[in-house]
């Protein structure tokens, strides 16, 4: 059974009531993103609220505002951010992008998500699991179509995906007049299976940069140095 909160050095993050917990490829998200600038930043579909958080420590200079659609989610993650060093600076939106986008904020320098993936049949019988997981509940076009409207003209989309859905994205990205910037690819170990892929989309064409982190060396125990540099400022074990 997952543990029930997930401490880091200068936050908690409680889990038990969201389907999604807190994962290594989110928290390399959280980790990875650039944030010099930003100073708006949109966490879409929140879930614990750890990217927020993971931001907020990152970005001291940035207002940061997350949506969440599930009720128990949203109410958790909301806590969560009340509970943390910057909860003057985080703001929780209880509500589906749709309504979010209703409202017509005021463009965002940055905009971050792990959004749901999955098709539809391969749900489960885990209806806030699935809302997390699977297009249904929030759809490429619809985040895309967001990013039209509300991400500012210099700024950027940060989307973690696994590598088919990644490409997936790109190509309707890549229709609605955004470019991927930069790559990271995430594998389990060095020259291993790849597990995600994370996206920087700009209105810019240029040169794409591409990198790839390794989670653990060839014996699947140790982290690797680029790992533990990364993460080092969260977990408690670097």
């Known amino acids: 059974m997952p543990n029930p909160y997930f401490q ?26 650039p944030v010099t600038g930003a100073r708006r930043i949109l966490d879409i579909g929140a879930g614990t609220g750890l990217l927020s958080l993971m931001l907020a420590q990152r970005a001291p200079q940035a207002m940061i505002e997350a949506v969440e659609i599930d009720p128990a989610a949203a109410a958790q993650a909301a806590a969560n951010l009340a509970a943390s060093p910057w909860a003057e600076r985080l703001l929780l939106h209880p509500m589906s992008l749709q309504e979010f986008a209703a409202a017509a904020p005021a463009p965002f320098d940055m905009i971050i998500s792990n959004p749901p993936f999955f098709q539809a049949s391969l749900k489960s ?57 930069h790559i990271l690819w995430l594998e389990a170990t060095p020259q291993g299976k790849l597990l995600r892929a994370i996206h920087t989309y700009t ?22 140095l680029a790992f533990r540099q990364l993460l080092q400022d969260y977990y408690l074990i670097f």
Do not use: W
């Open 203 to 224: 209105r810019v064409a240029g040169p794409v940069g591409e990198e790839t982190l390794a989670v653990r060396e060839k014996d699947h125990t140790t982290y690797t």
């Open 125 to 181: 019988a885990d209806t806030a699991r699935n809302t997390a997981k699977h297009t249904g509940s929030l759809t490429f076009k619809e985040i895309i179509g967001f990013a039209e409207r509300f991400l500012s003209l210099e700024g950027h989309l940060h989307i973690l995906l696994p590598p088919h859905e990644a490409r997936v994205f790109a190509q309707e990205a890549l229709a609605a007049g955004f470019y991927t910037s």
């Open 8 to 33: 880091f050095k200068q936050f908690t993050v409680q889990q038990d009531q969201c389907a999604m917990k807190v994962c290594t490829d989110s928290c390399v998200l959280g980790a990875h993103a």
